[in-house]
């Protein structure tokens, strides 16, 4: 039996909603990511691109458990002597409610030059409302925890 290797340009991508109101953001995030990357299909191929595209929205009715909101910090740095920027994560909310999921999706793929392609395949927006209904996309549902 000869091993299957994908090719970039025989994958067939699918567009998945998934409705983040209420949810906690690091179950959001692994599903997406898994989806992202394809691993949710039988062809995946760590080397290939194989996921699938990805809508996030109501991002900001997200949650964080205990008091996450407070004691959970961005950093961003622009490689000058003291440009070190620290950023709650409630003040990243208010400020962009997508940056948290997204964060947390990239923080969950691997880091190379394949990740940066993939993570460009989810869409957050911060309401239901969203650009990409042309594509019609199917409701992922996340599964329910035990």
């Known amino acids: ?12 991508r699918k567009w998945w909603i998934v409705d983040a109101a ?8 692994t ?13 995946y191929t760590p080397n290939v691109d194989t996921g699938d595209f990805v809508v996030v929205i109501n991002t900001d009715k997200m949650e964080l458990s205990g008091t996450k909101w407070q004691d959970k ?3 961003s740095h622009t490689r000058f002597f003291g ?8 003040q990243a909310k208010e400020k962009d409610s997508t940056f948290i999921i997204h964060e947390a999706v990239r923080g969950m793929l691997p880091t190379n030059k394949l990740s940066r392609h993939v993570i460009m ?4 927006y911060t309401g239901a ?6 594509q019609k996309p199917a409701l992922f549902t996340l599964p329910s925890k035990k």
């Open 1 to 12: 039996m000869k091993t299957f290797n994908a090719k970039a340009e025989e994958v067939e």
């Open 22 to 29: 209420g949810q906690k953001v690091g179950r959001v995030a």
């Open 31 to 43: 599903h997406v990511a898994t989806i992202l990357r394809g691993k949710n299909k039988a062809i």
């Open 73 to 75: 910090k961005y950093y």
């Open 83 to 90: 440009s070190l920027k620290e950023m709650t994560a409630a």
């Open 121 to 124: 395949k989810m869409k957050a």
């Open 129 to 134: 409302e969203h650009p990409h209904a042309a």
